[in-house]
């Protein structure tokens, strides 16, 4: 095989995948396709904001037990309560949307 044919093989198969791949996004799966992309996509930043502001947390919990600040302390232990909840929370639906997208994706029609 030349490299022009190797060339042009890699082309026809990059074109069938893009080609099997949108199918979902222009007509196989319509409004909702795009509603789930959308969300899959929120929900990461939404968990990457959380992520930071569990750093944050971090830095200032061990920064109020490096100080001996009882107070502070206490504060950032009210403050992880709901904040592990989001996350976990964005972690179970961040699964669900993902998985919803790609059964949706792989079902046939």
Do not use: C
């Not at 093989?9 to 080609?19: D, H, K, S, V």
């Not at 001996?68 to 972690?91: C, E, K, M, W, Y």
Request: charged letters at 15%; glycine letters at 6%.
């Amino acid at each position: 095989m030349t490299a022009d044919t190797d060339q042009q093989t890699r082309q026809y198969l990059l074109a069938r995948f893009w080609e099997a791949a949108l199918g979902f996004w222009r007509n196989g799966g319509g409004r909702t396709a795009w509603v789930l992309t959308f969300a899959v996509i929120a929900i990461a930043v939404v968990n990457l904001v959380l992520q930071y502001r569990l750093n944050v947390w971090h830095r200032a919990m061990f920064d109020a037990l490096d100080r001996r600040d009882g107070s502070r302390v206490l504060h950032q232990t009210v403050i992880f309560l709901p904040l592990i909840a989001a996350v976990v929370s964005v972690a179970a639906t961040a699964t669900l949307a993902k998985m919803t997208l790609q059964r949706r994706w792989r079902a046939p029609g």
